[in-house]
């Protein structure tokens, strides 16, 4: 079975740095987008930062220069590094997994049809 697992989330204070980590399974790992995805309370979830096979990124504008993804295929893995964090970061943050489409890295962010889910991190960030 397919699995994303995330890890990382936490509380901080406004400017702290996290990292999150997912580590997926079940799946040709090297052959899909990689991406994390955030849902606020009675917000709807909203691509965060995604990468390609070929390490291609991007990023939605409210945290460009703040967070980088970065992946590692040879351990199933893909990052989310945030620094300067604030407190409208607060969310669930949720990694997802997707097969490359025609789709350039950065329409696929705007969209939530991607095919596999973690069940998601608690970020928290106090003024």
């Known amino acids: 079975a397919v699995q994303l697992v995330e890890s990382g989330g936490g509380s901080v204070q406004t400017g702290g740095s996290l990292t999150l980590s997912c580590i997926g399974s079940?799946?040709?790992?090297?052959?899909?987008?990689m991406g994390w995805f955030r849902q606020a309370p009675g917000k709807k979830r909203e691509g965060v930062a995604a990468?390609?096979?070929?390490?291609?990124?991007a990023y939605t504008y409210s945290v460009q220069g703040r967070f980088s993804i970065s992946r590692d295929n040879d351990k199933n893995a893909v990052y989310l590094q945030m620094n300067s964090l604030k407190p409208e970061d607060t969310a669930t943050y949720y990694c997802?997994?997707?097969?490359?489409?025609?789709?350039?890295?950065?329409?696929?962010?705007?969209?939530?049809?991607?095919?596999?889910w973690g069940q998601g991190t608690q970020v928290t960030v106090s003024s």
């Open positions: 079940g799946y040709a790992y090297s052959d899909y987008y």
């Open positions: 997802a997994a997707d097969r490359p489409s025609a789709l350039p890295v950065q329409l696929k962010l705007v969209t939530t049809t991607w095919d596999y």
């Open positions: 990468i390609s096979t070929d390490g291609r990124t």
